[in-house]
């Protein structure tokens, strides 16, 4: 292999597919990138695959020899980062000393690579069910649940985000156990594909690990909102396409909870306020909250137009602010995590937003008022002993 590139495209390129090499391989050759020289279309093709979310992505080059490698993910992208973005670089091989020399105005380096027949196959979708996504669609579903998805390794399902296509529509969805964020989109299917195809899908969900699905949030930025992504599903394999990247995700196995059912009928209590005025109230009061425990408490006294948000860090201090409300109801008291509540509001495109909620054991719905965005996000109050 001999090729003669851009250092600003090779360390882009590689930015990008190290994402998907994992920390912890299973194997020594999933340490590595595997770089594919093809002569005759003029690319170089890099690689990047955890067995779990793999990257790749092409880069123009002048190829005198076409050939394949796999390089040390790690040592190789800070090689290249540190050389000149204004000098080309040359990479020469051979496949008997698997080693890769890079040459540039400033010098040469050696790194020892590996067989490019050891690195796995990257999964890609021959069958199954294909669509055309609206990528600025797909970035608001990930981004406006994303939030809430488990860390927690234990409890699997809930580390990522579950996605249900319903003939055009999206319903996106993510839980910790401790709070719920649901997005519904009408418009996430191209109008570029085939009426017949879409009509003839069948409702389906899949689960997506949430640290994969950050890398497509990235990957959904440099997109041309007026192209749609590929997207194809076969199998919990899923693979996403724009131009000359392409990421594949293994969907998580199993079923995902009946989220629906934690979403109470109706509500006792219904109150109405700005967004941007509550979001800075609690920022203010969370730099209290986060000295013990996080808790905050919110009074509304039906008798006034005000709530009254409060915390107590004990050995500390206290804060209490004001903010005006539209209110019917009962007078009430009801504690949250002030963090889960800023996690939510900040993803709610909206001036105005509604808490609906019952008694202060019971689930709280914030959502948007006069919005055409279908967004829930359901959050538990923690209890207070009086």
Not at 163 to 173: I, K, M, P, V
Not at 368 to 379: G, H, R
């Amino acid at each position: 292999m001999k090729l003669n590139c851009s250092q600003f495209e090779l360390n882009a390129a590689l930015q990008l597919v190290s994402k998907a090499v994992s920390n912890r391989p299973t194997h020594p050759v999933l340490a590595n990138v595997l770089l594919a020289a093809d002569e005759v279309t003029g690319k170089l093709r890099l690689t990047g695959f955890d067995l779990s979310l793999g990257i790749q992505t092409s880069i123009s080059a002048s190829i005198e020899n076409s050939g394949a490698i796999t390089l040390p993910a790690k040592l190789f992208c800070e090689i290249v980062s540190k050389l000149s973005n204004d000098s080309p670089l040359v990479l020469s091989s051979d496949d008997i000393s698997q080693q890769v020399e890079l040459t540039s105005n400033n010098g040469s380096y050696k790194v020892k690579g590996m067989p490019a027949d050891d690195f796995p196959d990257l999964p890609l979708v021959e069958s199954g069910t294909s669509l055309k996504l609206n990528p600025l669609s797909l970035s608001s579903a990930i981004k406006s649940t994303l939030f809430a998805s488990s860390t927690d390794e234990a409890k699997q399902l809930l580390t990522g985000v579950n996605l249900t296509f319903d003939g055009y529509g999206l319903e996106s969805a993510a839980t910790d156990g401790h709070r719920l964020a649901i997005l519904n989109l009408n418009n996430i299917i191209s109008e570029s594909n085939d009426k017949t195809t879409v009509t003839n899908i069948e409702k389906f969900s899949i689960t997506l690990p949430s640290k994969s699905l950050r890398e497509i949030e990235k990957f959904l930025s440099t997109c041309d909102i007026n192209q749609p992504i590929e997207f194809f599903i076969d199998n919990g394999q899923v693979v996403f396409i724009s131009l000359d990247e392409i990421i594949t995700i293994r969907a998580l196995d199993g079923s995902y909870p009946n989220y629906s059912q934690l979403l109470p009928q109706t509500f006792s209590n219904i109150l109405e306020f700005d967004r941007k005025q509550f979001i800075a109230s609690l920022e203010r009061i969370a730099v209290l909250a986060d000295q013990h425990n996080n808790v905050i408490k919110i009074n509304c006294d039906n008798s006034e137009n005000l709530i009254q948000i409060t915390t107590d860090a004990q050995d500390v201090g206290a804060g209490s602010e004001s903010l005006p409300v539209s209110f019917n109801g009962e007078s009430f008291q009801i504690a949250f995590n002030v963090r889960y509540l800023l996690d939510g509001l900040k993803v709610i495109d909206s001036n105005s937003i509604k808490l609906s909620c019952n008694a202060p054991t019971t689930p709280a719905v914030f959502s948007p008022i006069n919005s055409d965005i279908n967004f829930t996000y359901l959050v538990m109050p923690i209890q207070i002993r009086n």
